[in-house]
């Protein structure tokens, strides 16, 4: 599968929705819009590649034809791969088992590389890092998250990747989505992130549960997209420091201005 369209139905109302728009693998797509305005709704369509038989109307093409039953329905090799807002583990074993669990289940060769390539680009992802012998219902969310993401670049075939709302993730985003469209995924991603959604070639404006607009990222936004990026580097900072039991008394406004290290950034007090 090289290409997935779509294709509009209707609003809240039943007004008919303008919708037309075809995105090709390493595309990256991101949906924005007032919560409650239906960007997850949109997801679960492309998820489930409705064909008008969702309460929207929407329907998803594969290469610019209708789906066929076995890829809307098989379970074993699904075209879409959806990572939620919220990601817990209940499986009794490490991360290493339920690696090469998955690794088993695609047929591909089960070996300790597999598993280092993985965890090597989740924790790149995650300031908190992830051993192999861990178990998986120890990790925290954004550990989850970030495990999940390199599973899905890395051994998913599915070569859409639906993300709902990645801010929430506590990962490196810029990095994540750099991984995906790295594996050649088709990218969709429901976002309030202005980064996030700067980051993508185009973005969807839905407003109540039909899309309203498809605006092109223009190259004076490609632009801010470096300033943005600088600003969130820096809250970055801002949460290590606070994870480290150090204070945040220092001249913030200098430090948003000139972008460097504090005296105490450089040299913070740790927890005790």
Known sequence: MHSLTLVGGHDKEGRPEVLDVTLNRGDILCIVGPTGAGKSRLLED?????QGDTPTGRRVLL??????????FSLGNRLVAQLSQTMHFIMDMSVREFILMHGESRRLD????????????????????IQGDMPLTRLSGGQSR????????????????LIDELENAGVDRQRALELLVG?????????HDPVLALLGDRRLCIRRG??????????????????????NKRFLGLRERLRAGALLDFDMPAYFAEGGETEKEA????CR
């Open 46 to 50: 492309i998820g489930c590649l409705a």
């Open 146 to 161: 970030s495990l999940m993401i390199a599973d899905t670049a890395l051994l998913s075939p599915a070569p859409v990747v």
């Open 183 to 191: 594996e050649d995924k088709i990218l969709l991603i429901s976002t």
């Open 110 to 129: 089960a070996e300790q590389s597999l598993v280092d390539r993985i965890l090597a680009c989740a924790n790149q992802l995650t300031g908190e890092a």
């Open 210 to 231: 039909a899309v309203r607009e498809l605006i092109h990222t223009t190259p004076a936004e490609r632009r801010n997209v470096a300033f943005l990026s600088g600003i």
């Open 267 to 270: 040299n913070p007090q740790g």
């Open 63 to 72: 290469d610019h034809r209708i789906p066929g039953e076995a890829q809307r």
